[in-house]
């Protein structure tokens, strides 16, 4: 007996990203110990994300020509300016007008975290969805909103100054090398393509796996409401930004989400300046939180711009032929 798995996870909004990821938070919630059984069962499911979407990253690049990068880059550049200036923004602020202990029971820290990234693997999987080759490649560029790079500058507290730019070039060199592969052999564009899909589920669950819903109960109230502000002001921000610059379609929302690697963030931060410690454990369990939350909603926003667009077209399609057929009539008169 045939069960449509794939076909009922894709009528989701960015469906190959979020149900893995629930499916690996549940088991995680209710069996933490399950995938701790060594070999390769716990090296995919559980440990696999970051060297999957290290090969995912090289996937996509390879998608990107040389000859068509101009609007997938203008794209990328676009939303990651729109992230990090409003998490900077928001870092700042708060860091000037409240100290290092934030506001809402959020520190700055974990405002910049939770604003300036971006879940690639969810971006993609609604690019894939809702949007075209060049919204897709521009992951390539979102995707270095990962990690702690952004959030350490923004911070500019005791200890950071030594920046990271190393972990900068670890992640765009998977990007350049399938950038480079697919611009040399047309081939290996196309191999490295069918890769590109059948990764997303995969690191979707580990990530997944690695997360509980018991850090929603731990973050409370201030851990949902970042969650929800980072799809609601980032997701409508890039959307508004992107129609205003001329590139007005619902996929410019999908930056609405949090990254799943910035759950080692604090502790990078806490590392560089001790005075972040007191702030580790809660600063975590809130990002934790984001990200889960961000994942649902993201999506839901990216679907429903989307509905609201092609509702509009059709409105814009038919009162464009009422008017072709009364011109036609008043001719005929």
């Not at 959020?106 to 894939?128: C, E, H, K, Q, R």
């Not at 819903?213 to 201030?222: D, E, V």
């Not at 999506?299 to 072709?324: M, W, Y």
Request: with cysteine.
């Amino acid at each position: 007996m045939q069960i449509p798995i794939l076909k009922t996870m894709k009528k989701f909004p960015g469906g190959l990203m979020v149900v893995p990821l629930i499916l690996g938070a549940i088991l995680n919630t209710f069996f933490p110990n399950a995938l701790l059984i060594g070999g390769f069962t716990e090296a995919l499911f559980k440990n696999g994300a970051t060297p999957l979407i290290a090969m995912f990253l090289c996937c996509m690049g390879a998608q990107i020509s040389f000859n068509k990068a101009g609007p997938t880059l203008k794209k990328g550049f676009i939303s990651l300016l729109t992230k990090f200036g409003m998490g900077a923004a928001l870092c700042i602020v708060i860091g000037k007008l409240f100290g290092i202990g934030g506001i809402l029971g959020i520190t700055p820290m974990v405002w910049m975290s939770a604003f300036s990234s971006v879940n690639t693997g969810l971006y993609v999987a609604l690019a894939d969805q809702f949007g075209n080759k060049d919204d897709v490649g521009a992951g390539a560029i979102i995707a270095l909103t990962g990690g702690a790079f952004f959030t350490m500058i923004a911070l500019g507290a005791s200890g950071l100054a030594n920046i990271p730019f190393l972990s900068m070039a670890a992640v765009i060199i998977p990007v350049i090398v399938g950038f480079i592969l697919g611009n040399l052999d047309e081939d290996m564009r196309k191999f490295l393509g069918q890769g590109q899909h059948a990764l997303i589920p995969f690191f979707a669950f580990a990530l997944g796996s690695n997360m509980d819903f018991a850090s929603i109960i731990k973050a409370g109230l201030p851990g949902l409401l970042l969650g929800i502000l980072v799809t609601l002001v980032t997701g409508l921000g890039s959307y508004f930004i992107h129609s205003i610059l001329g590139n007005k379609t619902a996929v410019s929302a999908a930056v609405g989400s949090t990254g799943g690697n910035q759950l080692a963030t604090p502790l990078v931060v806490a590392t560089a300046d001790a005075t972040m410690k007191p702030f580790l454990v809660m600063a975590t369990a809130q990002l934790a939180t984001a990200i889960i939350v961000t994942a649902i909603l993201c999506p839901l926003l990216v679907g429903f711009l989307d509905k609201r667009a092609k509702k509009q077209l059709a409105t814009n399609e038919d009162e464009s032929d009422t008017t072709k057929s009364q011109t036609i009539i008043a001719e005929k008169l």
